[in-house]
């Protein structure tokens, strides 16, 4: 009778620590998927509305600059029909028009953003900042200028950094883009328009000559430019939900 009981005792102790196992397991797989719905859905939708809100903050912030202008101020005569000054958007880029210059992080406002990328194909509107920290940049759902690389509309390289994953993920379809598309970058009342002209589907992440002034791909020399040119750079991870290489895409600014 001892003896059955103590079997007894010890089938039970096991399924207790059975049952306390599966508990735990069934509670870590519901933090680990509030984890994941959190970073992957949650951060997307926070991120993008903020996006969003930041453009049109910068936008409405344009329209009063060009209603407070000092010619208006001053009674000037409005522009005559025809000429791009008139039009209520901003002005296309043309062969004579002056680049932006790379604003200052004070110039560019708190928020840090100082221009707006529009992607036409993909219907992307995205507001552009300095730098390309996560924390700072990134992560807010920006796409961000690498430190050091021309400014929009300027000869060499506008070379640009967006989450392909999580965080508003930007660029998540920018391997969607082809030969020809429009990469549009409107800052103050000015618009440069880019037009796609080469994609570099993988190279590594240290591979620097991509963002060059004159991009050309240290890793894969057969793939990139070799005269001076004003360009533009787009970089994200690739494949997706991975941050081992980097798909690149190119374009030069539309005289």
């Known amino acids: 009778m001892v ?3 103590g079997r007894r005792a010890r089938r039970a102790g096991l399924v207790g620590v059975l049952w306390a196992t599966a508990e735990l397991t069934v509670t870590v797989g519901v933090v680990v998927l509030l984890l994941v719905v959190h970073q992957v859905w949650w951060t997307n939708r926070q991120a993008a509305a903020a996006a969003q809100e930041q453009v049109r903050s910068l936008e409405q912030a344009w329209a009063l600059e060009q209603a407070w202008s000092p010619e208006r101020a001053s009674g000037d005569d409005p522009p005559a029909s025809g000429d791009p000054a008139s039009s209520p958007g901003p002005s296309s880029s043309s062969s004579s028009s002056a680049p932006a210059p ?5 110039a560019a406002g708190p928020s840090g953003a100082y221009a707006v990328l529009r992607i036409p194909r993909l219907g992307l509107v995205v507001p552009v900042a300095q730098g390309i920290d996560k924390r700072a940049v990134l992560d807010k759902g920006y796409v961000g200028q690498y430190p050091g690389t021309a400014g929009p ?5 506008f070379a640009l950094a967006g989450h392909r994953n999580t965080h508003g993920e930007p660029f998540r379809y920018i391997n969607r883009l082809r030969a020809g598309d429009e990469l549009i970058v409107d800052m103050r009342g000015r618009r440069y328009t880019y037009v796609v002209g080469k ?4 190279t ?3 591979d620097t000559g ?3 002034p004159v991009p050309r791909s240290v890793v ?3 793939h990139g430019y070799g005269e001076p040119g004003a360009y533009i750079t787009l970089t994200t991870c690739t494949p997706e939900y991975s941050s081992k290489y980097r ?3 190119w374009g030069t600014l539309r005289s």
């Open 220 to 222: 894969k020399p057969e």
């Open 247 to 249: 798909l690149v895409v």
């Open 153 to 157: 509309g300027a000869q060499g390289n």
């Open 199 to 202: 994609i570099l589907s993988e």
């Open 210 to 212: 991509v963002i060059a």
């Open 3 to 5: 003896q059955g009981r």
């Open 102 to 106: 790379v604003p200052s992080e004070r």
């Open 204 to 206: 590594t992440e240290r």
